[in-house]
């Protein structure tokens, strides 16, 4: 791990495992912390269309949904996008029990668990864009109305994307022999990221659906 | 802190060195050497610089006549666009954090590199392509709404307002990924012994600097994003047509850009801090305050935004919370300013030309600060706004503080990054021309503004000796152009003719000058252990555990026998 190790006491050559597993920690706690900051900044990203659509929504728009060419626009299908909340919330839970699994060293389990939360993510993506060529607001660049949503969902849908494909990237490292029961920094980042656009989608539905 | 268990925490993590790169193109292009990046960061920030500079300059030949006809009133707007933008995200910023930053940060917390060195240069190699793409932005047809691009005259502006967008956006997240960075390295890579109490304080403004700098960050890009949407695929957010609003432009903009300010004055603060009790030879006044100033400012820095919208139509209710928090900023700024003239109290000064530039930052910075209370009032605000009255706030602030901050760290760092010695008659006389000279360039437009004067106009009335003054600004402004170049020259002087600088030309007292300069890649052979606060001129040196020769090439003082003074 260390190339060149100075300046540890005398005696660290002799329980160099030790030595290694002191590293690995410090490593992982420092990349950890690096991670959780950039999902701060990314709440911000999140934050600053959040208030956009907020601000031109309650403080711009007469009355909301807005009009376009003289029509008022629909409200968004609150049915439909609940049962794909559920699926996106579920693929929380499975990538929960997936993570636990790998703790415990049931790779079987894992693996079908992992499996179970790529699908549901997949499938909220196929249910959002059924959403998007069904919803009759005006398109993206219609009003402000299509400009906050799609902006705002779109924006979340590429997070799923990206946590899919990560995903897919950890289940692979898990059959390289990349992680074990204690050291697997990587699938604790792709839980927590996975968590990360779960809560960022609860404000999106409130703020669209419920609000 | 006793001296028999030294580790506070295990900190294996520094024990590691990064094999030596052997090609040129690891070691000096690609490297993931903070220093490197940091040399990097200078090299290309002060190329930059000049460029900006130059438009600068042209727009003080178009204002040296009232009826300027120097370029067109287009071109005009194309030029202090630029040069707003550019000295903004391509000088100021880069300097501060990527280039001090990156060289200095993590030799004072005894670190041998930053915790993401690869993070670190992918986000250094962001820079030049930005800076690419905004000045290609003049082949094309250059942004001309000023450099915050307020809709609804962005969304009308030529193509190359698109390609601002994208560099600002690159830039932005290069800002983010350095900010994450540096939190990590201070918080997690400090070497054993040195509590957050016992930072250097120029180390605690780039804490502050990068909390800032995470933050705030996005958000200008969640704002740059929607009016690159806006712009390319006609996407509603800001056009008021359409039912947008131009406000909520202004909202986001100033959300991320105000903290900008104090992302671009921070990291001077700290400068100044190394410097004044380095030349005074006395203990820092007041390190707690000063340190804590730093995270009080960039805290409340947050919540002032508004004060850049008081003519947008804000209730007065907010006018008012937004006025008052911004006068807050007066007092930890004050505290600063107070710490640093008593530590300069009873010193005995060296006026080497970085303790002239720090001082002249006292001086500069101060006057900027107080017109910077004088606009926070909205009524003064109502009347100074869009004047050259803000024009000459901002560049006391930016330039007498910011930028002289850069220099006074580019003379005191010298020797430590390049191993040689600058001329000091040179620097003096950088020192002096600059410093008159700037004082000739922006104070007439703090009269010319009050007197009506516009901001971004290509024209003005000749009323009230406008043309006199701006004629004096003018000729000053070629006088400090000329002046810059003195340090550039000096530069190539220090190569040719400088005296090798040794470990601690300067009998300074933070880490990175116990090692040799320059420093080896590894930075630290042994990974030292801190005892104290550095700026404890008289007590012997609060350091333990530095290789022998070392510590001896930087001081004849050594730490053997003392007992650890307690904190």
């Known amino acids: 791990m260390a190339v060149s190790v100075a300046g540890h006491g005398p005696d660290a050559h002799g329980h160099a495992l030790v030595h290694d597993e002191v590293i690995y920690q410090e490593t992982r706690d420092i990349?950890?912390?690096?991670?959780?900051?950039?999902?701060?900044?990314?709440?911000?990203?999140?934050?600053?269309?959040?208030?956009?659509?907020?601000?031109?929504?309650?403080?711009?728009?007469?009355?909301?949904?807005?009009?376009?060419?003289?029509?008022?626009?629909?409200r968004l299908d609150v049915a439909f996008a609940a049962v794909n909340s559920v699926v996106l919330f579920g693929s929380g839970v499975t990538m929960h029990f997936a993570m636990e699994n790998w703790k415990h060293e049931n790779h079987r389990k894992f693996d079908l668990w992992i499996l179970a939360t790529i699908i549901l993510g997949a499938a909220f993506l196929g249910g959002q864009g059924y959403e998007y060529a069904h919803a009759a607001i005006g398109g993206w660049s219609g009003s402000i109305f299509g400009a906050s949503f799609f902006t705002l969902t779109g924006m979340h849908g590429f997070h799923v994307f990206v946590g899919v494909i990560f995903l897919c990237v950890l289940w692979w490292q898990t059959k390289r022999g990349v992680y074990d029961g204690t050291h697997h920094f990587g699938l604790t980042a792709g839980t927590l990221y996975w968590h990360f656009v779960d809560v960022i989608w609860v404000a999106l539905f409130y703020l669209f659906y419920l609000f | 802190m006793?001296?028999?268990?030294?580790?506070?925490?295990?900190?294996?993590?520094?024990?590691?060195?990064?094999?030596?790169?052997?090609?040129?193109?690891?070691?000096?292009v690609f490297s993931i050497d903070a220093k490197v990046i940091g040399v990097q960061y200078m090299i290309t920030g002060l190329l930059f610089f000049v460029m900006a500079g130059l438009l600068a300059e042209l727009i003080r030949i178009q204002l040296m006549h009232s009826d300027g006809k120097f370029l067109s009133n287009d071109t005009y707007n194309a030029v202090y666009t630029m040069h707003g933008s550019a000295m903004v995200w391509m000088v100021i910023i880069p300097l501060l954090t990527g280039g001090f930053g990156n060289f200095v940060m993590p030799l004072q917390i005894g670190a041998r590199d930053v915790a993401f060195p690869w993070l670190n240069l992918a986000a250094f190699w962001m820079f030049p392509v930005a800076g690419i793409l905004l000045f290609g932005a003049f082949l094309v047809g250059a942004p001309d709404a000023g450099w915050t691009e307020y809709p609804p005259v962005s969304l009308q502006g030529p193509v190359g307002t698109n390609l601002w967008c994208a560099a600002i956006f690159?830039?932005?997240?290069s800002s983010t990924m350095t900010g994450i960075n540096f939190i990590v390295?201070?918080?997690?890579?400090?070497?054993?012994?040195?509590?957050?109490?016992?930072?250097?304080?120029?180390?605690?403004?780039?804490?502050?600097?990068?909390?800032?700098?995470?933050?705030?960050?996005t958000a200008l890009s969640g704002a740059l994003?929607?009016?690159?949407?806006?712009?390319?695929?006609?996407?509603?957010?800001?056009?008021?047509?359409?039912?947008?609003?131009?406000?909520?432009?202004?909202?986001?903009?100033?959300?991320?850009?105000?903290?900008?300010?104090?992302i671009m004055i921070l990291p001077a603060f700290g400068i100044i801090s190394e410097i004044l009790p380095t030349f005074a030879r006395k203990p820092i006044f007041g390190y707690k305050m000063i340190a804590f100033s730093s995270v009080a400012i960039a805290l409340v820095g947050f919540m002032v935004w508004g004060h850049h919208m008081f003519t947008s139509g804000l209730s007065p209710w907010l006018q008012l919370s937004f006025m008052i928090l911004t006068m807050v900023v007066a007092i930890p700024t004050g505290i600063k300013i107070f710490s640093w003239v008593a530590t300069l109290w009873g010193g005995s000064i060296e006026f080497t030309p970085a303790m002239l530039f720090a001082t002249g930052f006292l001086i500069t910075f101060t006057f900027g600060g107080i017109t910077g209370v004088f606009l926070a009032a909205v009524p003064v605000d109502l009347h100074a706004s869009g004047t050259d009255f803000v024009v000459g706030h901002f560049h006391y602030v930016l330039y007498g503080g910011s930028v002289f901050g850069i220099f006074a760290g580019l003379y005191y760092w010298w020797p430590k990054i390049t191993g040689y010695m600058m001329s000091s008659a040179l620097g003096k006389w950088h020192f002096w021309c600059t410093f008159v000279s700037f004082n000739g360039t922006f104070l007439p437009m703090h009269w010319l503004g009050l007197q009506g004067m516009p901001r971004r106009y290509a024209t003005y009335s000749p009323a009230h000796d406008a043309v006199f003054w701006n004629v004096v600004a003018s000729c000053s402004s070629f006088v400090l152009a000329a002046s810059t170049l003195l340090l550039f020259i000096n530069m190539w002087w220090s190569f040719r003719n400088g005296k090798r600088a040794g470990a601690n030309p300067w009998g300074a007292r933070t880490l990175e000058w116990m090692i040799s300069s320059p420093p080896p890649y590894y930075n630290y052979k042994t990974v030292p252990t801190v005892l104290a606060t550095p700026y404890d001129f008289g007590n012997p040196l609060p350091y333990i555990g530095l290789d022998s020769a070392e510590g001896a090439a930087a001081t004849p003082q050594s730490t053997a026998g003392h007992p650890a003074p307690v904190h």
């Open chain 2, 2 to 28: 006793a001296v028999a268990t030294p580790a506070v925490t295990a900190h294996a993590v520094l024990d590691h060195i990064h094999p030596e790169p052997t090609s040129f193109v690891r070691k000096y």
């Open chain 2, 225 to 262: 994003l929607a009016l690159f949407l806006e712009r390319v695929f006609g996407v509603p957010f800001y056009d008021p047509i359409k039912g947008g609003s131009p406000v909520l432009w202004q909202h986001m903009f100033w959300f991320y850009s105000h903290p900008a300010v104090y």
């Open chain 2, 170 to 173: 690159l830039i932005g997240i």
């Open chain 2, 185 to 217: 390295t201070i918080i997690k890579m400090r070497a054993p012994g040195m509590t957050l109490t016992r930072m250097p304080l120029f180390v605690w403004a780039q804490l502050s600097t990068a909390a800032l700098s995470m933050i705030a960050t």
């Open chain 1, 31 to 74: 990349r950890l912390f690096g991670f959780i900051l950039f999902l701060v900044s990314d709440v911000v990203l999140f934050s600053a269309f959040i208030f956009a659509y907020l601000y031109l929504r309650n403080t711009i728009a007469p009355q909301w949904p807005p009009m376009l060419n003289g029509k008022q626009l629909p």
